[in-house]
């Protein structure tokens, strides 16, 4: 299933894909400043000749927010948010080819960070260039092209831009960082998204490690981390904490008939023989995938030098996804109560907290996003009500006043997204730049461009 794509999309194949390419040669890390700093250079040296204007709102230790402006006829505003920082490689030994090469193989583009998000950041440079051009340069509405660069540890410091320059960037609609395609191939949608909560608790109830003799009497750190831990959650996947979800967003019956059409991922992610999903009739996985808070292990440290010993403490790192509705200062209190009640000696400490954004699919924005998708792909789009994936869309709302939709990207369920050999293919890519840029033309075409929109 390939986009239609634009001639000069398939005539200029090679420099798109080599300037993605280039853009994911930079290890940006987030916090590394040098590489932050070079790719930061790279995006402003491609977008000055498409913008009125771009400027740089610093975030110390994190490196420069980049905004570029362009005006259009209308004083109606879209923006366009992604990030150009990313996740560390991991064990380089288990990817194979060096995670910051680039390479191309059998049709894919392997690379940390080549879908999440590099393929937005360079390839919306692209979808912009070519509808600027076909406008002679007179475009209907005004653009604001955004790039964060934290946003893999959770954009600190962005709430502070976005309050102190929210009337230079206030808009009207925000075109986030793209979403997945389905195993099909089918587009996706999504919209708002989803918060987080990342907590680090620690454990000691030894003075020293002890001899394996002693484990018939002694407390174990470790063993009494991981009952608290499985405390949190039920066997079949649901947070099992009293009053941590009781304000989520439930879905209505037109909800649900749309998320029946969301593919959960299945054997692109399995073992052969392994089902990877946890004991949930299959007629409740979407509805769960798309409404149910989540909790997953982040982090489980021992001193490794007690290999052979009872661990006198530990630490670990539990991280919730929020749906809409869910507080997270709420959620911290309601964990913090539920441990302290299981296990009075596990200290709770909050590592970071984003609040999830709600945005309602029946608008005129999310209209025309869906519209685009099918024009551009032939197939109707797979439209999620929440996005899976966690991100600060709730500081545009509350700042911008401007509702998030995510549009189809170029990753697939398979891309090992935050994995080794993390990847995307480059016809996905080139369809994506193709769907951006149906994006924006059937923006202007429903009439985004009017006051009323």
């Not at 700093?37 to 790279?42: G, N």
């Not at 439209?383 to 509702?403: C, I, Q, R, S």
Request: net charge negative; with cysteine.
């Amino acid at each position: 299933m390939t986009a239609v794509r634009d001639p000069r999309i398939d005539r200029d194949a090679d420099l798109i894909v080599s300037e993605w390419q280039e853009l994911c040669r930079i290890p940006t890390v987030a916090g590394d400043l040098d590489a932050i700093l070079r790719a930061a250079d790279w995006i402003e040296q491609r977008l000055r000749p498409l913008m009125d204007s771009v400027e740089r709102y610093d975030i110390p230790g994190y490196g420069p927010v980049l905004a570029g402006f362009r005006a259009g006829r209308s004083a109606r505003t879209l923006m366009l948010y992604n990030h150009y920082d990313v996740q560390p490689a991991g064990n380089e030994e288990r990817w194979s080819s060096p995670p910051f090469a680039a390479e191309i193989r059998d049709g894919a583009m392997f690379a940390r960070g080549a879908c999440d998000d590099k393929a937005d950041a360079a390839g919306r440079l692209t979808s912009l260039r070519l509808w600027i051009d076909e406008h002679g340069g007179d475009l209907p509405f005004s653009i604001i092209y955004l790039a964060d660069p934290c946003e893999e540890i959770g954009s600190p410091g962005l709430d502070d831009v976005l309050r102190q320059h929210a009337d230079r960037l206030a808009s009207d609609a925000c075109l986030w960082e793209s979403y997945l395609r389905e195993e099909d191939g089918r587009p996706a949608v999504g919209f708002g998204c989803r918060g987080s909560l990342e907590i680090e608790l620690s454990l000691s109830v030894l003075a020293a490690a002890q001899h394996p003799s002693y484990s018939s009497i002694l407390r174990s750190a470790p063993l009494e981390m991981m009952t608290a831990i499985t405390s949190m959650r039920t066997t079949d996947g649901r947070v099992a904490v009293a009053g941590f979800a009781d304000r989520a967003i439930r879905p209505d019956e037109a909800a649900r008939t749309r998320t029946s059409q969301v593919t959960v991922p299945a054997a692109s992610i399995a073992l052969p023989g392994v089902d990877p999903h946890l004991p949930i009739p299959a007629r409740d996985l979407s509805t769960r995938f798309i409404y149910e808070p989540s909790m997953s292990l982040s982090g489980f440290d021992l001193d490794p030098g007690v290999r052979q010993s009872i661990p006198a403490s530990c630490t670990a790192r539990v991280r919730f996804g929020l749906v809409p509705g869910i507080d997270p200062e709420t959620a911290f209190d309601a964990v913090t109560a539920h441990l302290r009640e299981v296990d009075p000696d596990i200290a709770v400490s909050l590592v970071r907290a984003m609040a999830p954004a709600y945005s309602p699919v029946d608008s005129t924005f999310g209209d025309a996003v869906v519209r685009a998708a099918r024009s551009a792909f032939a197939a109707e789009p797979v439209v999620y009500d929440v996005m899976t994936g966690a991100g600060p869309g709730a500081v545009f709302l509350e700042h911008l006043g401007a509702p998030i939709i995510s549009p189809t990207g170029t990753l697939r369920p398979a891309g090992n997204m935050h994995g080794d050999d993390e990847h995307g293919f480059v016809e996905d890519f080139l369809d994506h730049v193709a769907f951006t840029l149906e994006v924006l033309r059937e923006l202007d075409r429903g009439g985004f461009a009017e006051a009323n929109a």
